[in-house]
């Protein structure tokens, strides 16, 4: 019985082994950190990403999802709007561009700062015409993921549509081709890979909303923050936007 319980350990570490193999993944040896395993480098796949050169800025989705091809993603806008649409990148580059620098401030507790460039939401109000009635937007992203933002928080003057960041196309794993900066929302308020958005009449919930404990609102609270380019180092924040 003892040998048979033994070959069976040995099959089934065996077939772990093998099958990690198969997905292309690294086979860890002892000592070696977690933080090396990273599912996702060399991937025509985007998820979550902590390593590397996002260590100082990490990346949080979903589900994982297939890299977007640029050329064929197409920013379909429909619902309560006179006029709506099915923009291309170019399209949007198009629009009268807007700098910012803001901290984007996770549930988990920590922040990280980025020069962030795109078009305000004036833009594309005055290209689809919103109907009176409505008073918000459903996102809907690559990765399965769903948020609801007002209309009074997306034409917020530091609120951003982006499709740059520090200088560059947004990154697959920043959100690429286009994603919302809302500086005084949690994280979890700045939908990313946006495919596609809806003016809605009535008010919604996005993902978290719907099945976890998190604020429809998701206004930074008062309290803590461990800001990553800053080596973690706990401050006390006042609630909403971080400013430096």
Avoid at 62 to 74: H, M, N, Q, T, V
Avoid at 186 to 207: C, F, H, M, W
């Amino acid at each position: 019985m003892r040998v048979f319980t033994t070959l069976s350990r040995r099959y089934f570490i065996r077939r772990i082994l093998l099958g990690l193999a198969a997905l292309g993944l690294p086979l860890l040896r002892p000592g070696t950190p977690h933080a090396a395993l990273n599912f996702w480098r060399s991937s025509e796949y985007v998820g979550k990403t902590r390593d590397g050169r996002y260590k100082d800025f990490y990346i949080q989705y979903y589900k994982s999802f297939k890299r977007i091809d640029g050329d064929a993603w197409r920013l379909n806008v429909t619902g309560a709007c006179e006029n709506p649409q099915v923009l291309t990148l170019e399209t949007l580059k198009a629009f009268p561009r807007k700098k910012q620098v803001s901290r984007l401030k996770c549930v988990e507790c920590w922040s990280a700062k980025a020069e962030w460039e795109g078009f305000a939401m004036a833009d594309l109000d005055a290209l689809v015409r919103p109907r009176p009635e409505a008073v918000g937007l459903l996102f809907h992203c690559a990765d399965s993921y769903i948020e609801y933002l007002p209309l009074e928080d997306l034409r917020h003057a530091r609120t951003l549509w982006v499709h740059r960041m520090n200088g560059e196309p947004l990154s697959d794993e920043h959100g690429f081709p286009l994603r919302m900066i809302v500086p005084f929302k949690y994280g979890y308020k700045n939908p990313k890979a946006i495919v596609a958005v809806e003016y809605l009449s009535q008010a919604d919930r996005g993902t978290w909303n719907r099945i976890g404990p998190y604020s429809v609102d998701g206004t930074i609270l008062p309290g803590y923050d461990h800001p990553l380019d800053r080596g973690k180092q706990r401050r006390r924040i006042s609630g909403g936007e971080i400013f430096d």
